[in-house]
């Protein structure tokens, strides 16, 4: 049984259709359900032991980020270099950010390069609480991640709400009145 499920594991992940967070989740159940190592993994697949670990690094990322590498807004490339930034509202951020201006990786790299340098005690005007963060990721589950927060330096601000249809507004409505 178990040689079974492995060979049925290891034909869903040789699938060409799959995306690279299903394909990081088949590598993670091969190592969880058949105790193979990362190295005895790439044997099996025919992929090298770097590829299958960065695949498995991918599961790390939040799952509004997750689902944005699923629906392909963002790419494989976006996402490395987003587990490159710790925090995960940051992370949050720049993925909408790369989402809302169609960043290539070379764009998304230099901004977290520019975030890394950036001093800690310069207050910018992208810096906004935790709960704000919190506030758009939330809601964005409902609308694809595409919600904007701002606020002003009285403490006002906005909040803006992409949709792509009236079902999203609707299940958003629905899950507010419960």
Known sequence: DAAM???AIVENIQREDLDPVETALSFQRLIDE???TQEAMALRVG???ATITNYLRLLRLPE???KALKDGKISVGHAKVLLGVEDAA???RLCNKTIRNDWSVRQLEQKVQTLSRKDTSSAS???LPELYYNLAERVG???DGNV???RDAKGGGTITIRFGNQKQVEAFLEDLNR
């Open 64 to 66: 509004t980020i997750q």
């Open 141 to 143: 589950r409902h609308f």
């Open 47 to 49: 992929k090298k032991r």
């Open 5 to 7: 499920l492995e060979m």
């Open 125 to 127: 005007e992208e810096e």
């Open 148 to 150: 904007a927060v701002r």
């Open 90 to 92: 940051q992370q949050y």
């Open 34 to 36: 058949c105790n193979l």
